[in-house]
C-alpha cells in the first residue's frame, strides 16, 4: 500500500517504519504536529527526524505548522474544566490525523499509519479511533499498528544513533506537566537523601552513646577494683602491725 506514515519525531518512527516496510508498505513519513511548543522544538524534531529519513531513502512531507489551530481545538478543550487529559490529547491526536488524511486523499496514497502508538505513554485506543474516523473522513485506509511493544528497541536504536530524543509529549500543558513531575522527582530524591542523612546520624548518635556508656561501665568498674585493692592492702597492713 502507498502509505503516508504520521511521524510525531525521529526516534519514535524508527521501528515504524522500519515494521511497515517489512510488510510491504510503500512508506512517506508526514510531519504534522502544530502541537509542538515552542517552534524551536518543532524544528529540532523536524531535523532530526530529516536527518535519518534522509539516510534511509524515506521521503517526508512537511504539513503546516499552525499553533494557533493546535490551541483553538486542543488547547480549547484543555480549558474546559471538565476536560481531562485524555480529552486533550483526543482533540491534538484528532488535529494532527486529519492533516495527514487530508494530505494523503489530496496526493494519491491509498491509506494512513501513525507512529504515535511507538509510545507507552499516550492513548493507544484513542489514536486507533482517531485514525480511523480521519481515514474516514477522507476516504482512505487506516493502518493501525500498536507498536508499544517496540518502544525499547526504538530507544535503543535512537540512542546508539545519536538521535536528539525530546523529554515531554509536544504541547506546552505536557511540557510544563514534565517539568514540573521532574521537580517533584527531583524533590522526592533530595528528600529521600535528607532522611537518609538523618537516620545516619541517630546512628551515628546512638553508637556514641554505646560507646560512651561501656566507657563509664569500665572506668566505675576499674575504681572499683582500686578501692578494692586499697581496703584490702590496708587490712593487711592492720594484720601485719
Ligand atoms: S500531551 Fe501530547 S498528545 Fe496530548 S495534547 Fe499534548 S502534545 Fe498532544
Not at 519525531?9 to 515552542?38: K, V
Not at 540512542?159 to 515531554?168: C, K
Not at 514540573?180 to 542523612?197: P, S
Not at 566505675?220 to 597492713?237: D, P, V, W
Request: hydrophobic fraction near 35%; charge should be positive; charged fraction near 35%.
Amino acid at each position: 500500500m502507498k502509505l503516508l506514515l504520521h511521524a510525531c519525531c525521529g526516534p519514535c518512527s524508527l521501528e515504524p517504519a522500519r515494521l511497515l516496510a517489512q510488510a510491504g508498505h510503500d512508506i512517506t513519513i508526514a510531519y504534522m504536529n502544530s502541537n509542538i511548543h515552542p517552534v524551536s522544538e518543532y524544528a529540532r524534531r523536524l531535523a532530526t527526524l530529516r536527518a535519518w529519513a534522509e539516510e534511509a531513502g524515506i521521503p517526508v512531507i512537511e504539513g503546516a505548522y499552525d499553533a494557533r489551530e493546535w490551541e483553538d481545538r486542543a488547547g480549547a478543550v484543555a480549558a474546559d474544566p471538565q476536560a481531562d487529559r485524555r480529552d486533550r490529547c483526543r482533540a491534538c491526536y484528532r488535529l494532527r490525523l486529519e492533516e495527514a488524511a487530508r494530505c494523503a486523499a489530496g496526493h494519491g496514497f491509498d491509506g494512513i499509519s501513525t507512529t504515535l502508538t511507538v509510545s507507552p505513554y499516550q492513548y493507544t485506543e484513542v489514536i486507533q479511533e482517531e485514525l480511523v474516523r480521519a481515514s474516514r473522513a477522507y476516504g482512505v485506509d487506516s493502518v493501525f499498528e500498536d507498536f508499544r511493544p517496540f518502544y525499547d528497541e526504538a530507544t535503543r536504536r535512537s540512542r546508539a544513533l545519536g538521535m536528539y530524543r525530546q523529554n515531554y509529549c509536544g504541547c506546552r500543558i505536557s511540557q510544563a506537566e514534565a517539568e514540573a513531575e521532574r521537580r517533584e522527582r527531583k524533590a522526592a530524591r533530595a528528600a529521600e537523601r535528607e532522611a537518609k542523612r538523618e537516620a545516619h546520624a541517630e546512628e551515628r548518635a546512638a553508637t556514641e552513646a554505646e560507646r560512651a556508656e561501656k566507657k563509664r561501665a569500665r572506668q566505675a568498674y576499674a575504681e572499683q577494683q582500686e578501692r578494692k585493692r586499697r581496703i584490702l592492702k590496708e587490712l593487711r597492713k592492720k594484720r601485719d602491725d
